[in-house]
Antibody
């Protein structure tokens, strides 16, 4: 069974940093692109970043470029999102998802709240 | 960047109704479109990929169609479990983007 479990969310002050993790199981993690998607409270879905199977290719939405870094450790079957210089508008549930062109499996999400 | 526009934003329907949701892309995306269902407090669930291919395990009352810039998701015979919010998403190029969502409510 494919499972994606996010962790690392929490309450952070503006300007702070956080690292989200996503533990993958039930599939060959090194063979898939992986994705982060976020959803602000009461709002729609926003694609955040993608990373290629071997980590050599990464893509970001413009609003997070230079502040967010996606990475992976294939030996640990884990995906990460380093979030720096946090802003109030980054408050959201962050989902990791497996990319099989579309996003076929999603984690349950990790809530990040940016507030002083 | 490609913009995805869904309509309507809210839809009121009854059990048994046939429901159609439209998604328009600001430029041609071929068939690189997916549909997702999301219930409150839950992660999205993939329903349709490549515009018209049903994901394994998704009931056959769901169907997708379209190509280029105009796409539809149809639910033939709405069931109580189908009341949720539906999103389209293109994966033609970067940045990937989602439509604003369509909430299907009980009439």
């Amino acid at each position: 069974e494919v499972q994606l479990v996010e962790s690392g969310g929490g309450l952070v002050q503006p300007g702070g940093a956080l690292r989200l993790s996503c533990a993958a199981s039930g599939f060959e993690f090194p063979t898939y692109w992986m994705t982060w998607v976020r959803q602000s409270p009461g709002k729609g879905l926003e694609w955040v970043a993608n990373i290629k199977q071997d980590g050599t290719e990464k893509h970001y939405v413009d609003s997070v470029k230079g502040r967010f870094t996606i990475s992976r450790d294939n030996a640990k079957n884990s995906l990460y999102l380093q979030i720096n210089s946090l802003r109030a508008e980054d408050t959201a549930v962050y989902y990791c998802a497996r990319r099989q062109w579309s996003l076929d499996y999603w984690g349950q999400g990790a809530l990040v709240i940016v507030s002083s | 960047d490609i913009q995805m526009t869904q309509s309507p934003s809210t839809l009121s329907a009854s059990v048994g109704d046939r429901v159609t949701i439209t998604c328009r892309a600001s430029q041609s995306i071929g068939s690189w479109l997916a549909w997702y269902q999301q219930k409150p407090g839950k992660a999205p669930k993939l329903l349709v990929y490549l515009a018209s291919s049903l994901q394994d395990g998704v009931p056959s009352r769901f169907s997708g169609s379209g190509s280029g810039t105009e796409f539809t998701l149809t639910i033939s015979g709405l069931q109580p479990d189908d009341f949720a919010t539906y999103y389209c998403q293109h994966y033609n190029n970067y940045p990937l983007s989602f439509g604003g969502g369509t909430k299907v409510e009980i009439k």
